[in-house]
């Protein structure tokens, strides 16, 4: 079982950088692969940014590549996002999954991230 909880979301200017940590808890999270989504008012969950459990293989939707970089450490995920965009707007949630191409098994609450311009 891997309990996730995000933070670091708020209300930014267009430009500005946010930092989201997701905090993971469990035994076996370290080998869990993990991912970034977010969710905007009336828009179908996006896939954001993805790692595997090591941290050496990342993958980002086209949209956020070069001004998003997700990392992890032994219990957090971070998504550090620079240059933000009022398209950017939106609920970002963590995800983890036990092998890496398989749906997401645990969900964070969410975080809400505003991009004003």
């Known amino acids: 079982q891997v309990q996730l909880v995000e933070s670091g979301g708020g209300l930014v200017q267009a430009g500005d950088s946010l930092r989201l940590s997701c905090a993971a808890s469990g035994r076996t999270f370290s080998s869990y692969s993990m991912g970034w989504f977010r969710q905007a008012p009336g828009k179908e969950r996006e896939l954001v940014a993805t790692i595997n459990w090591s941290g050496g293989s990342t993958g980002y939707t086209d949209s956020v590549k070069g001004r998003f970089t997700i990392s992890r450490d032994k219990n957090t995920v971070y998504l550090q996002m620079n240059s933000l965009k009022p398209e950017d707007t939106a609920v970002y949630y963590c995800?983890?999954?036990?092998?890496?191409?398989?749906?997401?098994?645990?969900w964070g609450q969410g975080t809400q991230v505003t991009v004003s311009s």
């Open positions: 995800a983890a999954r036990r092998v890496a191409g398989t749906p997401f098994d645990y």
